[in-house]
């Protein structure tokens, strides 16, 4: 039975994988030696590197992405390697992002890629027979593994299962067996306060022979002699354990020496365990963040230190192949990883978990203690934000924003960033790529309430969006909130004329004279943006950052903005993806201009690199729609003389099961298929050659729950005169 705490307990578990990692990505190897590690910083006690936000890490894509196989394929029954296989092929771009792609034979992930690409299944992909002992021993056996023990809560039996099938993808022998040790020690920590124990559960999940138990075994007895020296078990490690005994780039068994030290030596407490992890050097990161999820179920979000949780901020990029999907709310990513451990144990999930979340919308629910869903201040001057159990619109949280003496025309903004550019980052760690969370058409509301300690005139707030290319904030009219009371906040986003959304919120505004500064609270509760979208995607307003044209993930090809429209240029397949990666039905414009080889298509409802319909030019003389599963099929052909160098406006849409391409307007095709019901939209090529596409114009709508365009437009005008 799954224990009442068992939500809370995941959003603590991964907000402490993300600590970790974010606290040992800067003192990462090779540079960074265990020796300049304390030379440099001492006694680690904080981050030791601020960002202005982190950017993508493969001990955070991992996790993420490869438990998409619960969604994707192992929904109603048991988990098998190739399942994990799957989510590897299908959300991971070629060479970039997701992991480190050091070359065949190098990098164990690159290696087991390239196999499952090349047809050798898993786990044949990632085993010793396959790649060799020292390729399959390497440390992603343990780094990429954590959500699934938090699918287990007190099974650790079963979680060390479904880790060991999960890294068999990749890795064999030691490495399973740390796969089976972390997620065995991670469904352990929801029952027992006890990090000896916890480590002992892992331990009985691996064969007591092993390498890694020794390593395990040697830590232990170590601190048993000598409890308060973690650098001198260190030492130890490092004479008898270190680099120099075990051969690859970065071993698996230094490594599991080093987290079990972190945490025999870090005695319970979650901040001291990811400090010792990321001071003793070897893969920082890594283990901070594999021993900051055991710690983090184990403590709970009480044990987690608010300076090291504030920067977080519950906010997380990655870089797979979904832009949407890169953006990453932990709260909403809990609940995702919650709903799917009730739905491997078959158990049904608690109504109000299934009600709080929806895919394809933000929805803020400020339930989860300390949570914040990444929501921001623009000037900390006039404005501090922090979670709260003082009030709540609904349920028992919401966000607390103290209003510190704001006179008439002082400004703050409270907002939510759904896109990221270049230049809001500090580096380029695994080259994250995003497409918006937020859309024109959309209806953002939210629920406010005043509570004014001072000033002569109440203040109001602004709903407002703003564009990317121009960087304007588009107010939807001045709220004065009433004191003592909630005012629901609401309003459809209007069209953005091709530009993308990078902040949606509102500003908030004094209205008192100076000699009456506004002084007091304003509370937010029940924030979420969703329904159908209509909007442009202008080339022109579109910037080349992260490898990649804004707002499209791409994989293979070399694209550019040429004139306004967007260039493919290829020697074989290449595709670009953007979108909400949950949106139902949908249709999809463009203008296609083929300059070159046979195939020219457009996406609709792509799930990935592996999923989804393309349509367009097949060949020469040809049409055609196309299914993408894990290779591409033709569903239907037509003849059609298009010419090289003449441009055609391609539209695709999908409805239910039918899916139609339109050229210049008239349909040319129509076939059903009910195999993907949602996805991304996109463009790109099976062949070599070169293609311009014009501006996207994309719609999306719930068929259940279908508005007209004048139904859309009058609740826009209704909602700019406040109806």
Known sequence: MILESYLEKVYSGITGMNIGIRLGAPVEPTIWTYERIRD??????????????FAADDDANGPVY????LRDDARDRELVPQDVANAWLNYAREGVGMFWWGGYGVSTEHTA??????????PRSGSALQNGSVLAEQIGGQIFIDTWGLCWPGNPGKAAEYGSIAASVSHDGEGLNGARFFCACIAEAFVSRDIEHIIETGLGQIPADSTYASVARAVIQFYKRHPDDFRACHEML??????DKYKGVCHIIPNAGVCILAMMYGRGSFARTVEIAAMCGWDTD???GNVGTVLGVMCGTDGLPAHYREPVNDGLVLSGISGYLNILDIPSFAKEVALLGYQVNRETPPEELKQSICDGELRFDFELPGSTHNMRLSDPFYCRAFHSRERAYKGTGSLKVVVDRMSRGDQCKLYYKPFYRRDEFSDERYSPVFSPTVYSGQRVSMQIYLEQWNGWERPGVAPYIRTMSDKKEHLQGYIQLKDG?????????????????????????GYSPSK??????????????????????????????FGTVTPFSVDHGAWETDEGRLSLMRCGEA???AGNYYAKDCRVRTEVTPVCGSSHLILIRAQGAMRGYAAGFSEEGKAAVYKNDFGFVRLAETDFQWEFGHTYELQAEAEGGQIRLLIDGTEALKVRDDSYAYGMYGCGSLTMGRTLFGDFSVETWDSKNKKEPQDMLKEETDAAMGK
């Open 286 to 288: 890594c283990n901070a």
């Open 516 to 545: 009456s500064k506004t002084l007091g609270a304003i509370y937010l509760d029940e924030f979420s943006v969703g329904g159908d979208s209509c909007y442009t995607i202008s080339m022109g307003k579109q910037r080349k950052e």
């Open 485 to 509: 009371g909630w005012t629901e906040v609401s309003f459809i986003i209007p069209d953005t004329e091709g530009d993308l959304i990078d902040e949606v919120g509102v500003v908030i505004e």
């Open 575 to 577: 595709f670009a993806y």
């Open 66 to 69: 490869f438990l998409r196989a």
């Open 40 to 53: 440099t910083y001492g006694d680690i006690t904080d981050y030791v590197k601020e960002y202005k936000n």
């Open 238 to 243: 490092m004479r008898d354990w270190g680099y």
């Open 113 to 122: 890629y390239l196999n499952l690409k090349n047809g050798i299944p898993a």
